[in-house]
């Protein structure tokens, strides 16, 4: 039983790469950096975006928002004058919980590709699936929300192993916690050593300029 | 594409509530209440168990541990001196991000039904997935902190609508957080109305003395 299980999960996952590679090179033949956006829910992915989208200068930024339900996210994000393109997955049975390469690659032709450089897909906030899918970006950003605790990498360790970026937010509720921020960043190098991270805050927008420049830096 | 993509997934939940019944039978006929426990990674599932189950009186309880990886939280519960026992997804692909019937089926010989009289089933912290997948229990409690925004029975409807209980958790921290408790309170009577909740504090221990009632009635 379990045997079986593992095999059709494999199948899954091999088409989901063969329809990556195609979005892949749709991406790069229109010359658009991909970000994979990827959380817990509520570590703050969209206010994150809010702040860092604000003023990419000449960078022009879409955004493909994943989202069991509604356009909560979106509407947020549609006030900075960007294309914002969602998807929900809820058609599924009770909602997929992450984005899968198919599930982007249906929506791609509501997004402008000719007319954005960088395309952020936000994903569903879950800290399992959307670290085992390739949606065919170029790098993977992780939020981690210091609420959270600090055995995070050890507990989702896929999600923490496969991004070039962790974001870790809401540090000014850290003096209002019991967390071990050094506890966290030794869980972190336990599972991705050295990886890129940043102390930032959403709420403040403490740290947020390296995020937003970091951005700036993928896109070009 | 995609109704074969639901017809596969609606078979797989109509396994799963066969199994899930089976489950109940055995649960019901040792005259164990199970308590299927869900939430966001790190919205305080574990916290809130070592809170109440300190002392539930002549209540004899077990605890089934759901993790992609490792066993910290059963660690951690297992200094309470209850039966617990963990399930590790990870031998699926790169981990199942909930527990479905036949996972808590197959760990049911570990668990001694005979020697408790409520067993919670800590689910893996999922907002999507573990509602889709009932493991046979009585009833569904989630935890939802203050720190995750007040938007999160929007997005996650099916999680919020199909449990008995919401724990809101972390309201140590509403005076450092731009959180509407009103607004959040809305949301949660709009997809689940006059649902029973908690606002309490694993870090303070503020109002959980409901929570620990609340199993206790639940166990008789």
């Given amino acids: 039983m379990h045997r079986t299980r593992v095999?059709?999960?494999?199948?899954v996952l091999d088409a989901n790469e063969t329809i990556a590679r195609d979005n892949r090179d749709d991406?790069?033949?229109?010359?658009?950096?991909?970000?994979?956006?990827?959380?817990?829910?509520?570590?703050?992915?969209t206010?994150?975006?809010?702040?860092?989208?604000?003023?990419l200068g000449d960078v022009r930024v879409g955004v493909l928002e994943g989202d069991?339900?509604?356009?909560?996210?979106?509407?947020?994000?549609?006030?900075?004058?960007?294309?914002?393109?969602?998807?929900?997955?809820?058609?599924?049975f009770g909602g997929e919980c992450h984005l899968d390469a198919n599930m982007v690659r249906s929506?791609?032709?509501?997004?402008?590709?000719?007319?954005?450089?960088?395309?952020?897909?936000?994903?569903?906030?879950?800290?399992?699936?959307?670290?085992?899918?390739s949606v065919g970006e170029?790098?993977?950003v992780m939020v981690c929300s210091v609420a959270e605790g600090e055995d995070k990498p050890l507990k989702y360790p896929l999600?923490?192993?496969?991004c070039s970026l962790v974001l870790v937010n809401k540090i000014d509720l850290l003096p209002h916690l019991d967390y071990d921020l050094d506890l966290f960043l030794r869980n972190l190098d336990a599972v991705h050593p050295d990886v890129e991270r940043m102390l930032v805050s959403a709420r403040t927008g403490e740290g947020t300029?390296?995020?937003?420049?970091?951005?700036?830096?993928?896109?070009?």
């Fill in 138 to 140: 170029d790098s993977r």
């Fill in 27 to 45: 991406f790069e033949r229109h010359g658009v950096t991909v970000i994979n956006l990827m959380s817990a829910p509520g570590a703050g992915k």
């Fill in 68 to 92: 069991v339900q509604g356009t909560l996210d979106a509407d947020r994000l549609a006030s900075l004058h960007l294309p914002v393109t969602q998807i929900n997955t809820d058609p599924g």
């Fill in 107 to 133: 929506a791609l032709p509501e997004v402008p590709l000719d007319e954005v450089d960088l395309l952020v897909i936000e994903n569903v906030g879950n800290l399992v699936c959307p670290a085992e899918f």
């Fill in 159 to 162: 999600m923490f192993r496969t």
């Fill in 209 to 220: 300029e390296a995020w937003r420049k970091w951005l700036l830096r993928a896109a070009g």
């Fill in 47 to 55: 206010s994150l975006l809010e702040r860092a989208l604000e003023d």
């Fill in 7 to 11: 095999k059709v999960s494999e199948g």
